[in-house]
T-cell receptor, first 111, second 114 residues
């Protein structure tokens, strides 16, 4: 059973459109991180959210942590081809030291 | 400062062989974690080491082992390789193992088992 469910698994849209990726769980996380990964490379950290209801912005990317700290979303405004990649969410719990990962959302932005 | 480094970048082995993968964390980071990522999936946790002690272990067989050295670098060893061990092996380092557990990843080692 996947503790962190990401949706959609795959998304292909035109340049300029908006999109939202979701990361959901029935478990409570002490923090949640979003990463972007390109083929053959390691994931690159985009943001960490730690407070329920927290919203962080990174240029055209908006990240939100749910009030109950069980879910998160990533919204991209006016997507560009450079946003193409695998987006992964990962959560940490106080009870252990490992990150729990979602399966990822493969995003393709067509010019 | 240099990021997390891993070696080798690519490796081809045959079934039954043994492999050792290496990782150097970011300077000042005392925790190293290892992950296996199969194509098209998210990383799967293998081990975490903090201050040379194993802090966590994922659901991997005993063929997988690791250690951390006094300089905080780490090795991942896999014995009796199987075809299913083919994957990208990622190493991540972090300053601590506490709240807001932020890890920085290396580029990975691509292992192919034939």
């Amino acid at each position: 059973t996947q503790l962190l469910e990401q949706s959609p698994q795959f998304l292909s849209i035109q340049e300029g459109e908006n999109l939202t990726v979701y990361c959901n769980s029935s478990s409570v996380f002490s923090s949640l991180q979003w990463y972007r990964q390109e083929p053959g490379e390691g994931p690159v950290l985009l943001v960490t959210v730690v407070t329920g209801g927290e919203v962080k912005k990174l240029k055209r990317l908006t990240f939100q942590f749910g009030d109950a700290r069980k879910d998160s979303s990533l919204h991209i405004t006016a997507a560009q081809p450079g946003d193409t990649g695998l987006y992964l969410c990962a959560g940490s719990m106080d009870s252990n030291y490992q990150l729990i990962w979602g399966a990822g959302t493969k995003l393709i932005i067509k010019p | 400062d240099a990021g997390v480094t891993q070696s080798p970048t690519h490796l081809i082995k045959t079934r039954g062989q043994h492999v050792t993968l290496r990782c150097s964390p970011i300077s000042g980071h005392k925790s190293v974690s290892w992950y296996q990522q199969v194509l098209g999936q998210g990383p799967q946790f293998i081990f975490q080491y903090y201050e040379k002690e194993e802090r966590g272990r994922g659901n991997f067989p005993d063929r997988f082992s690791a250690r951390q050295f006094p300089n905080y670098s780490s090795e991942l060893n896999v014995n009796a390789l199987l075809l299913g061990d083919s994957a990208l092996y990622l190493c991540a380092s972090s300053r601590t193992a506490g709240l807001a557990f932020v890890q920085f990843f290396g580029p990975g080692t691509r292992l192919t088992v034939l």
